[in-house]
Each structure stands twice: as C-alpha cells, then as structure tokens.
C-alpha cells in the first residue's frame, strides 16, 4: 500500500470498490480477484480494495465492528492494540485527569482513537508516511478528526509541554524487514527516550513486549501485564502519577476485568502435591504475581521454580484453572500408558512446565484408545520430573 493506492480508496470508485470487496472477502482470492474485474474494476483498485477487504475482517476480533471502516496494514493490524484493552487504558488515563495526551508511534491509531472516544484530544505522531495518512483516516472514518490529529515525523522531536499525558508504543520491528527487535536501544523511538519521557511529563505510559525483561522496569513505574480471555497480550509500564502498585494483573474476560496485585517479589511457600492444581493466568506468571495468588488460595508450590500452584480444596478464582489430580507419577512413558489405557482415556490435554517433552510426540506415543478423556500435566516435583492425571474442575 502507498499513498496514491490509499487515495484512490478513499474516493466515491474506491468506495464502491472496498464495499465489493467486502461481499466476496474470505472466500477464494483468486475468484474474488477475477469477480471484481468482471465487474470493469482497474486491477489495481481491486487488488488493493480486496487487501482492505482481508485485513478487516481479521480486525473484527481486535476492534469489533469498527474495523469495516478503517483503513490497515498487516504489520500494523499485528502490532496494533486490542480495542477492550485500548479503551480499558484510555478510560483510566481520564479518570486520573488527562486532557491532552501525544501518543508517539500512533502506528494506525488504535489507542489514539480510544483516547479519543473518552474525550481526549490526542496528538499522534507516526514516522512512515503511509500509516500516519492511515491513522488520520481511521480518525476522520470515526467521527473524530476533531480530537485526534496525526504528523507524520520523528516522535522524539515532538515537543511534549504541549501536553499532560504521554502514550508510547516503541516500534519492536525493523522497518522493511518486519524482523523482531531485541536490543531496547535499537526501538524506535530507542529505549533511553522512551523511559525518559516520564521525568518529562507526569502522566506517562509506556507500551512493551509481555516478555519485558523485569530489570529494563524503572524504578518507581507500575508495571501491568494484560490477559484477554487467557492469552497475554501485552504489557504496559504506567509511571509518574499513573503508578499505582508494583506489579498489575489484568485479565479481561468478556466485559469483566480482574486485576491482581502485589509486589512482584513475593515467594510462595513450597510444599506437596495436594488434591487440587492451580493452572495460572500467562499474566500472573508474567508479573511474578504467583505467590499472591498462592495466598489468596491457601496454596502452595511443588517445584519452587514451577508456576503451578497445589490446594487441599477448590476455590473459585478467575486467575486460574483449577484441575483435580487423581495420580501421581515420578515420568515414564511405560507406565504413563498403562495407566492411561486401564483408565480407558482415548483423550488428552497436554500442560507443561518445567518439562523439555513435546506434547505431540508424546501423544503420538502414548498409543491412546478409549472413549475417556484426561487432562495430563508433565511438570517437576522436587526436581524430579513428574507426570499427573488430572480432570477439571467447573
């Protein structure tokens, strides 16, 4: 996509043409190609009409109906915020009194736009001139040109006395390439900038990768790592007047939202395996929020460097599945499938941590039949690695 490309999309013919594409979207590329030539379309219209068409459609699941209108890219479609976790942000970023907020690396505007919708007039800045002509669109499809505005240019240029709040979402790719980024100092905007935004503005937040190395955490920031429906989706640093704990779990389950919090130091006592075991949520692993939950639920570990927890009796919890453990077994594959075929289990879910096992190989090799089904665990116990038998628990 270029600009000419975009251009032509957004006249009356380009209209026309992404609404003809979104009828034959998800089928057959090259019919739906050969269809809106048929129909006397440029073959370059239709073949960029028909990219929209795509790209929306996977985009219902991040931003809901909203995404029929927007105009995106495929590396900016991945990259780009949920719309529930955008809005989630948004609406606490008001609460703690932002009017005017710079969002820096607005990419195609998801946060921006949710800002927006809370009633706060953003300032986006994106470097590449296509997504930045693709954010004031998405902002002008949306009704709020009036309080979301895009420059393409530098984001470290931007002069942020304008503002009292600050959104940065890093570039973790390379442009061109679309290649991952590990060096903090090779994003853009690099990684010095962006931690020192909050000695700059008092309300700062800053959007990272949910595998964030604990030690690039700057004192005093609250750090939340977020869930949806149990994927971890992202994390996000909140400094200055924004921080509110150490360590935030968030867990977006439909329209609900639960947070767990704590130090993200703790150490959950250690014991046997119990009755009951406690899957936790990606977020709460991530935020080293383990031993709170343990405490929450009288729980203990079996391997003090294994994320499972282990309770006498079950406890409702939305930050983590809970199984029922009928065996225990120090791991061999021998007796892992003599047990399971006098169970009659023809079925597994496969869990693991702390095990270098591959679970479909070990499917493959556990030869099952029956019309049973079970949920196995390979894990550590102690150091030892262990196999248990598990069902779980409404």
């Not at 008001?94 to 607005?106: E, H, I, K, N, S």
């Not at 570039?171 to 900038?193: E, L, Q």
């Not at 597994?348 to 556990?366: Q, T, W």
């Not at 196995?376 to 038998?389: F, H, K």
Request: net charge positive; aromatic share 4%; proline share 6%.
């Amino acid at each position: 996509m270029d600009l000419d490309q975009l251009a032509a999309l957004r006249t009356p013919e380009g209209s026309a043409a992404l609404d003809a594409a979104a009828r034959v979207a998800g089928g057959d590329p090259l019919a739906a190609a050969a269809a809106l030539r048929s129909a006397g379309m440029p073959p370059a219209l239709a073949a960029a009409a028909l990219t929209q068409a795509e790209l929306r459609r996977r985009a219902v699941g991040k931003f809901g109906p909203a995404a029929a209108g927007m105009f995106l890219t495929r590396a900016g479609l991945e990259q780009a915020t949920r719309g529930a976790v955008a809005a989630r942000r948004a609406r606490r970023l008001r609460a703690a009194g932002v009017r005017t907020l710079a969002d820096l690396g607005c990419g195609l505007g998801a946060d921006a736009l949710a800002a927006a919708r809370a009633g706060i007039r953003v300032y986006g800045v994106e470097a590449d001139p296509v997504t930045a002509a693709m954010a004031a669109a998405n902002a002008e499809a949306a009704g709020l040109a009036e309080l979301f505005t895009v420059e393409c240019g530098d984001a470290t240029a931007f002069d942020v006395s304008r503002v009292d709040g600050v959104f940065c979402d890093p570039a973790r790719r390379k442009a061109g390439t679309g290649r991952r980024v590990f060096d903090p100092n090779a994003y853009s905007p690099p990684w010095d900038f962006v931690v020192g935004l909050a000695a700059r503005v008092p309300y700062t937040v800053v959007k990272v990768a949910p595998g964030i190395d604990h030690a690039l955490i700057p004192a005093g920031a609250e750090a939340e790592w977020v869930s949806a429906d149990g994927d971890l989706v992202e994390a996000a640093l909140w400094c200055g007047r924004l921080a509110e704990v150490p360590r935030r779990a968030t867990l977006l389950r439909g329209a609900a939202a639960h947070a767990l919090t704590g130090s993200g130091d703790a150490e959950a006592p250690v014991g046997p395996v119990r009755r009951f075991l406690y899957d936790p949520d990606p977020a709460v692993v991530r935020a080293h929020l383990v031993a709170e939950l343990a405490g929450a639920l009288d729980a203990t570990l079996a391997d003090p460097s294994i994320a499972y927890l282990y309770a006498d009796a079950p406890a409702a919890t939305p930050f983590g599945r809970c199984l029922e453990v009928t065996d225990v077994l120090p791991f061999s594959l021998k007796r892992l499938r003599a047990l399971l075929r006098d169970r009659r289990v023809g079925r597994v879910e496969i869990l693991k941590r702390g095990s270098a096992l591959e679970p479909e190989k070990l499917r493959r090799d556990l030869r099952l039949a029956g019309d049973e089904a079970a949920s196995l665990v390979l894990t550590r116990v102690a150091g030892a690695p262990t196999a248990l038998v598990c069902r779980p628990v409404g």
